[in-house]
């Protein structure tokens, strides 16, 4: 037979466990968050860092053949860019071209990456950001971009 009394001690018994666990979870859960979005900064300039990724993401190429999948995991992409001062006074950013999951780029996504770093926001943004620093051209590494200042 249904023990009602016999329930709710069972109850008062299993909340707080249950409370406590899922509180727990939680901080984990944000921790793990926080802890992923300040990686991608790889201890470069966070607000630098942003200004690249904002850029980047806004640059829009009008190739027709660029097919519009190819753009959106673009966007995606650039966000881990980051940018790097050194103790020497060299800046280097560094462009993803893929995914840290994904054994390499595809050739696609290389391109428009390579359009966006060739266009003339990007340039301004440069001049902007970094006024007493020249950058050459990107230099393409397997699965990245990298810019570095002279």
Not at 25 to 42: M, R
Not at 62 to 74: F, I, M, P, T, Y
Not at 98 to 105: L, M, P, V
Request: aromatic share 10%; with cysteine; proline share 3%.
């Amino acid at each position: 037979m249904f023990n009602l009394h016999q329930l709710l001690e069972e109850c008062n018994y299993w909340v707080p466990i249950l409370t406590k666990s899922a509180t727990a979870l939680a901080i984990v859960i944000i921790l793990i968050i926080t802890v992923y979005y300040i990686s991608g900064f790889h201890g470069g300039n966070i607000k630098k860092s942003k200004a690249v990724r904002r850029t980047l993401s806004s640059v829009d190429s009008n190739n027709e053949n660029q097919s519009n999948n190819a753009k959106v995991l673009v966007n995606r992409i650039i966000k881990r860019s980051y940018v790097r001062r050194f103790e020497d006074g060299k800046i280097r950013i560094r462009i993803p071209t893929k995914f840290f999951w994904n054994r390499s780029s595809l050739g696609e996504v290389r391109d428009i990456i390579r359009d966006r770093l060739k266009g003339e926001s990007f340039r301004e943004l440069l001049e902007n950001e970094f006024p007493n620093n020249s950058f050459g051209q990107p230099i393409n590494h397997r699965d990245f971009y990298e810019i570095d200042s002279d």
